[in-house]
């Protein structure tokens, strides 16, 4: 059974054109993730949620905003998709905080941008 | 900011040959996770250390965290084609508010 789902899996659109992509989650943890995993890279933290409380990673562009309305949906907006945000969106869910507990991955969105 | 540096960057092997991968910070580690990743799938967890000194096995594959934890190793005996793949190493800071990935090792096991 699915713990983490993530839709839709392919993803095209438009250059400028915003986009949001959809994470839910069966496991009812505090923390969702979304990463960023560009072709033959590492995936990269764009920010979390613990709960209601939202964290931004730093380097994370504007572009991207994040919404979680409960406990188990995230989304991730990207406001004007540029070539450069084609990538796998990974989102993960966990209890608590990384470093006590494992990360939950979903299937991850493949985004392209035309 | 915490990087994590693997080793090797790829990795190719005949089935049945045992092999390592390594995962090294010049930061102290907090939790370090070791994931596997299919081509276009999302991650699925391996285990996770949190002690120096720590070692966990599941199977055939063994995760082994230093002392200092500050290094950690991935070990697979008699490597098997399901075992393909990416392997990534993950750890967070102290705080538990940013995780960060290793730079990943791909693993191609030769019937």
């Known amino acids: 059974d699915a713990m983490v789902i993530q839709n839709p899996r392919y993803q095209v659109t438009q250059f400028g054109k915003p986009v949001t992509l959809s994470c839910s989650q069966t496991l009812n943890h505090n923390v969702m993730y979304w990463y960023q995993q560009k072709s033959s890279q590492a995936p990269k933290l764009l920010f979390h949620?613990?709960?209601?409380?939202?964290?931004n990673e730093a380097d994370t562009p504007d572009n991207f905003q994040s919404r979680r309305p409960n406990t188990s949906f995230c989304f991730l907006d990207i406001r004007s998709p540029g070539l450069g945000d084609a990538a796998m969106y990974l989102c993960?869910?966990?209890?608590?905080?990384?470093?006590?507990?494992?990360?939950?991955f979903g299937p991850g969105t493949r985004l392209t941008v035309t | 900011s915490q990087e994590l540096e693997q080793s090797p960057q790829s990795l190719i092997v005949q089935e049945g040959k045992n092999l390592t991968i390594n995962c090294t910070s010049s930061?102290?580690?907090?939790?370090l996770y070791w994931y596997k990743q299919k081509y276009g799938e999302g991650l699925i967890f391996l285990m996770m250390l949190q002690k120096g000194g720590e070692e966990k096995s599941h199977e055939k594959i063994t995760a082994k965290l230093d002392e200092k934890k500050q290094q950690s190793s991935l070990h697979i005996t008699a490597s098997q084609p399901s075992h393909a793949g990416t392997y990534l190493c993950?750890?967070?800071?102290?705080?538990?508010?940013?995780?960060?990935f290793g730079t990943g090792t791909s693993l191609t096991v030769i019937p």
């Open positions: 949620y613990y709960d209601k409380d939202f964290n």
């Open positions: 993960a869910t966990s209890e608590g905080l990384a470093g006590a507990y494992e990360q939950y």
């Open positions: 930061k102290t580690l907090y939790g």
């Open positions: 993950g750890a967070a800071t102290n705080t538990g508010n940013q995780f960060y």
